[in-house]
């Protein structure tokens, strides 16, 4: 199953016995499934049927349908006469003139001007009805089908800013024992060296030089672990894997894909809290960058 995008468009027009139906799809982006229709009062008892169809292939984005019907051009056979109205009309006149002999009878003119002999033709509800359904189901068709397309074009850029991600991840991730190693060693040597003019102010130790060493030494690994962004890096480029699993497996991603989008920015944040040299400092600003950049594209996916 295909990741679709929120937004799309599609609209569709067909001969009908009524008349011209039109009918217009376009969605945007919601947090939740929108429908909103707009159609004249004959075709409102359809609105369930719609509803329905579009309910069954969409599930997230605000959704305006239109319906209309034109009637502009009138087919030879649009009127017809009440022949039931006639009859009553030809009862009713004869029992006036059995009363009123002296009446004179309704003319062709009078009758076609009396209210409801002229009429227009009833269209088969049930023919009206089938041919609606054929409509919306090619409508609906086209519409799925432009979201899927452009859902097809943002999941390529969305697993794009993946790998980028991934390369930045495996630049970064073997230099951190190395950078740990060059801390240490910096922090222990400066340590000593403050220490020994401690010593040699104070005339005389407090501690024995192998406990001093000792201290220095584990407040060194304390600091070094408190800045070790291996765990950071490793939970990221386990997210990102999931990540591509999700865009690959398709279907409405859209909330999967925005709780890992929270949980890739909680680490790249930690990364740069942590940071002690530029590399890891400018990684974390891409990551950010790339986290944002996607983030605007999932708004997009149903």
């Given at each position: ?92 006149q004869d029992k006036v003139r059995q009363q009123f002999s002296d009446a004179g009878p309704l003319t062709v003119n009078e009758l076609l001007r009396w209210p ?32 899927d397309r452009e859902g097809h074009a943002l999941t390529a850029t969305l697993l794009e800013k993946v790998e980028s991600m991934e390369a930045i991840v495996q ?132």
């Amino acid at each position: 199953m295909s990741v679709r995008s929120m937004t799309g468009y599609a609209s569709t027009s067909t001969e009908t016995a009524a008349g011209l139906l039109t009918i217009e799809l376009k969605s945007v982006n919601s947090r939740y499934l929108d429908l909103q229709f707009r159609m004249s009062d004959e075709l409102r008892t359809f609105e369930p049927m719609l509803r329905e169809a579009v309910m069954q292939q969409v599930t997230r984005g605000k959704i305006e349908c239109r319906i209309s019907l034109s009637r502009e051009k009138k087919a030879s056979h649009s009127y017809a006469l009440n022949h039931d109205l006639l009859k009553e009309l030809a009862y009713l006149q004869d029992k006036v003139r059995q009363q009123f002999s002296d009446a004179g009878p309704l003319t062709v003119n009078e009758l076609l001007r009396w209210p409801g002999v002229i009429e227009e033709a009833n269209i088969e509800h049930d023919m009206l009805q089938k041919q609606l359904v054929s409509a919306i189901s090619s409508t609906v068709e086209s519409f799925v089908s432009a979201r899927d397309r452009e859902g097809h074009a943002l999941t390529a850029t969305l697993l794009e800013k993946v790998e980028s991600m991934e390369a930045i991840v495996q630049r970064v991730t073997p230099l951190i024992p190395q950078i740990l190693m060059q801390f240490q060693q910096k922090s222990m040597e400066r340590m000593q060296e403050a220490l020994g003019l401690a010593l040699t102010a104070s005339g005389h130790p407090l501690v024995s030089e192998q406990d001093a060493y000792e201290r220095i030494r584990q407040e060194v690994l304390m600091y070094g672990t408190k800045i070790d962004v291996s765990e950071e890096l490793s939970r990221m480029a386990i997210h990102l894997d999931e990540t591509r699993n999700i865009l690959n497996k398709g279907g409405p991603v859209g909330k999967r894909l925005d709780f890992m989008l929270q949980e890739l920015n909680r680490e790249a944040n930690t990364l740069g809290s942590k940071a002690t040299v530029r590399d890891v400092s400018d990684a974390s600003i891409d990551l950010k960058l790339l986290i944002e950049q996607m983030r605007e594209q999932v708004q997009n996916l149903e």
